[in-house]
Each structure stands twice: as C-alpha cells, then as structure tokens.
C-alpha cells in the first residue's frame, strides 16, 4: 500500500517536471504572447478615457420629539435597522430608508433633473447643460467609436433613415415623460457615474459623482447631494406642510372675520357712546358676542398654527456636510499601471495554459 502512495508521488512529481520543462522549451511563445498583451495594456491604458472623481460625506441628523438625534453607532441599535441608519426614526414615522436612497438617484426624474442642469467644463472653459455636453461636445473614446460603429451601427442606421431629430425632453400634462433615443442614453450612463455608500459602523453617507472633468465633477456631486438632500427633506416634511398650509388658510380666514367683528363693533360703539334704548343694548351684545367667537376662533387658530410650525420644524432632517465636494486634482481613471500589470498576467496565464493544453492534446 505504502509502495503505490510512493509510486504515484514519484509520477505527479515527474508529470510536474514534464509540464515545466515544456513550459520552458515553449518560452519564447511566452515572450511572444506577452509582447502582444503587453502592446494590448498600453494602447488600452492610453486611450481609455480620463475620469475624475468627486465626492462629499453627510452626515443625517433629525430632531426628534425636541431631541437631537445623530447618526452615532449607539442611536443605530436605538433606532433600529434601516430606517435608523438615516437617524431619521422608523418607516412607519413617514421616513424614506437610507437603502433606497441609490434608487432615488437612479430614477428618471433625477437623471432628468441632472441632465437640464448647467455645469461648467474647465476643460472646454464653457458652460453647457450635462446632456448638452454629453450629446454635443464630448468625443467618444476609441473603444467607444469601435463599438458605436459595430455594436451600435444598426441603430445608427435605422436613426439616419428615420430622420429623428433631437428634441427637448417632453413632460405630457398627464405625467408621462417623452425621451428620444440619444436622451435615453445618456440619462442610462449618468447612473454609472452617480453613487451613493451608506457606513452603517460611522453612520455617514457618501455621494460620489464621476465626469471626463474635474470641475464638472464636482459639480455633479454638489448637484446630487442638493437633490437627495432635498427630497429626503420634503418627502420627512411633506404631511406636516400640508397640515401647517390647511392651518394657515383657516388662520387668515379667521383673522379676517375678527378684524369685520372688532369693526363692526368698534363703529356701533362710536354711532352710540350712550345706550339709552334696549334694542340698541341687545345690538351691542349681539356683536359682542360674535366679536369674541371670532377672536376666539382666531386665537385658536393663531396657537395651532405655531404648533404647526414647530411641528414642520420638528421633522425637518439636518444633513451635516462632514467632507465638503472638492474639485480632484488628480484623475481616477484609468489607472494606467494597474491596466498594464493586468493584461501581462493575462498575457502569461493564457500563454502557460495554451501550451498545457496542447501537450495533453497532443
């Protein structure tokens, strides 16, 4: 038994020194492959395009019942999974997870609300919408005009026949939302360069923006954390408003009926300084009367409405900038190196393995 286990040691071993001596007699395949991915990795780190890379960390704070809440480890076990990542309470508080906040950036309305804003390009020195920019100026990569006129050639074909020209985004009174070909598009690629990182341990959101410009980087993370920001705020804040303008309607329509009454009353008062008759007696009260209904009312009114207010006030969520947006000195991608090491270890596995397999077929 032992003999065998030796025996099929002794032929693995010699098997190993087989495939590495013809590994070695097929080195100069090797060489060759090499060459050729490594001339691969430098075209493709040279012509990928340029990106840069901007980001800014916020931190969500509420206040909750007249006491501050923050987004520390111990208010995340307080508050309980998702919703309490936001430290904004839980969902049945009317709060929106901190996890849907990359839906939100992914949505059409956001993609759309990005593309008609206008940005400055430091590189161009002009400022165009980000559609604009992307439809009329940007030049495609190389890898990019391979695959528009490849891949993408039937497309273009069939837009060329069609005649289709492009056209504003179109909102129809309905709520439909019209978008041409190219608009659909770009408003697709804005999603991969838009992201937001939620740290459950530290309580921070992230929202990282990437364009071909650095300036325009940063502008476009300044613009999404404006929008998250916002609709956050709005949707937390949303019931409470319509409360304080239901209130506040009622309020100065009180207050309007108090200032007829105090009127009335005021002029009956001047016409009669001395009561000498009961029917003008019972007239006074009878104004009286609806003089203090109406200041009551009013004064009711006046109190809920500051209630209203401190309520509104109440739950609107505070994002702290921990990390303001910075324009990037320095690009993210590509990353030229790291391009080149890859494609040489590609270069060497496919190499090795191309001679393995041929031996054994063989």
């Known amino acids: ?37 490594f001339v691969i ?49 839980s ?63 039937p497309g273009k074909i069939k837009k060329a026949l069609s005649g289709e020209e492009e056209v504003d985004i179109v909102r129809n009174e309905d709520g439909k939302i019209k978008l041409t070909q190219s608009q659909k598009t770009i408003a697709e690629a804005l999603i991969g360069r838009i992201e937001v990182e939620l740290d459950e341990e530290m309580g921070t959101i992230t929202v990282e923006a990437k364009m071909p410009d650095p300036e325009a980087a940063a502008s476009l993370a300044k613009l999404t954390k404006e929008y998250l920001t ?12 319509v409360d304080l303008d239901f209130i506040q309607a009622r309020y100065e329509e009180a207050k309007e009926r108090f ?17 000498t008759t009961a029917r003008s007696r019972s007239k006074e009260e009878q104004l009286t009367n609806e003089y203090q209904l109406a200041f009551n009312v009013y004064n009711g009114l006046a109190e809920q409405l500051e209630q209203a207010k401190i309520a509104v006030q109440e739950k609107m969520p505070v ?5 303001p947006v910075k324009v990037p000195i320095e690009k993210s991608e590509p990353r030229r190196g790291l391009i080149v090491i890859l494609t040489l270890f590609v270069g060497v596995f496919f190499s090795v393995l191309f001679i393995i397999v041929r031996k054994i077929i063989a």
């Open 41 to 89: 990795g430098v075209l493709v780190a040279l012509l990928s395009p340029v990106e840069y890379e901007s980001e800014t960390i916020l931190l969500p704070e509420v206040q909750e019942e007249g006491i501050s809440a923050g987004m520390a480890g111990g208010l995340l076990k307080q508050f309980g999974g998702l919703a309490g990542l936001a430290g904004l309470g």
């Open 230 to 241: 916002k609709y956050v705020t709005n949707y937390r804040v949303n019931k409470s408003k």
């Open 259 to 275: 200032e007829v009454t105090q009127a009335r009353l005021a002029s009956f008062r001047d016409r009669n300084v001395v009561l």
């Open 91 to 153: 969902a049945e508080m009317g709060v929106i997870s901190p996890q849907l906040y990359p839906e939100i950036l992914k949505s059409t309305p956001f993609l759309l609300h990005v593309m008609e804003q206008p940005v400055y390009f430091a590189n161009e020195d002009t400022t165009v919408t980000v559609y604009q920019y992307f439809d009329e100026i940007k030049s495609p990569s190389f890898f990019g005009l391979v695959a528009e006129y490849t891949i993408g050639l």
């Open 319 to 323: 994002f702290e900038v921990l990390e």
């Open 1 to 37: 038994m032992e003999e065998n286990q030796k025996r099929r040691i002794e032929e693995d071993e010699i098997d190993l020194v087989e495939v590495a001596k013809t590994i070695w007699a097929q080195r100069k395949l090797i060489y060759k492959t090499v060459a050729v991915f």
